[in-house]
């Protein structure tokens, strides 16, 4: 397990073409940040929103993404999300690795919103493992629970990433988590906490909980609710005991 740990890791790390998180980003109604973004709030007076945000991280590279919103009802919005895997520093060997999702957006209170939602990959990672690209690469049943109110901003991601098939020499499959919280000082600064976690394997039974990165650390964040715009510094330890003892993530994302 430790061999395919090693192997697995050393690999994502010169292809730099694994899974997200984030990144909505992260998102801020889907997973996708991997890379965690700040939440938004959907207004309910407008039919249609979307977010792009710019991702990079110490592990993931430059990751875009984007997220949108459909408002059903005053407390219901029917959301999708994209991340753009294929971008990062080096060449990817798993193709043009993208995701898509669609889920619902639920208003809990005024301040807490809770996103289920399915994501499906295209390339040749979770089910190929390299060996060639395909739309039906793997497939990424996740959650977002999002905390915006006057004085706090917040933020619990979880995402499964399983392959569909396996039409390669292996598979693979990886979870990816974070949580963040924050405490808005006015209008424009905040600054809190992030940890975040991505593990994964060969083996869905053994190797998925193997860590590849364990992060730890603080974020400022810079915002201007009425033009839409926020960006966010993370940056902190790896618990992994992998070969980078620190990590650092940047995202600015604009609201439309």
């Known amino acids: 397990m430790k061999k395919h740990k090693k192997t697995l890791t050393s690999l994502l790390s010169i292809q730099l073409a694994c899974v997200l998180g984030c990144i909505p980003l992260q998102s801020t109604l889907a997973g996708t940040d991997t890379p965690a ?54 060449d990817s060997g798993f193709g043009n690795w993208n995701e898509f999702g669609l889920g619902l957006n639920f208003k809990l209170t005024d301040y807490l919103t809770f996103n289920p939602q399915v994501g499906f990959v295209s ?35 979880f995402g499964a990433y399983l392959p569909i098939g396996d039409y390669g020499a292996s598979s693979f499959s990886f979870l990816h988590y974070w949580g963040n919280i924050g405490y808005r000082l006015n ?38 609710s009425n033009k839409g715009l926020f960006v966010r510094f993370t940056g902190g330890v790896d618990a992994s005991g992998g070969v980078n003892s620190s990590f650092y993530k940047m995202a600015v994302g604009f609201t439309f």
């Open 123 to 157: 390339g040749g990672l979770l089910s190929g493992g390299g060996a060639r690209s395909e739309i039906n690469d793997g497939w990424v049943p996740n959650f977002t629970l999002n905390l915006s109110s006057a004085k706090w901003e917040g933020q619990v991601y």
């Open 37 to 90: 973004s700040a939440p938004m709030a959907t207004d309910p007076t407008v039919p249609f929103g979307a977010t792009v945000t710019l991702n990079s991280d110490t592990f993931f590279g430059f990751v875009p993404a984007f997220t949108g919103y459909y408002n059903l009802t005053p407390n219901l919005d029917l959301t999708a999300y994209g991340n753009f895997w294929s971008a990062g520093t080096l």
């Open 187 to 224: 209008n424009v600064f905040s600054f809190g906490l992030h940890a975040e976690q991505l593990s994964g394997g060969q083996d869905l039974t053994t190797d998925i909980g193997d860590a590849i990165y364990t992060w730890f650390g603080p974020y400022i964040q810079f915002r201007n």
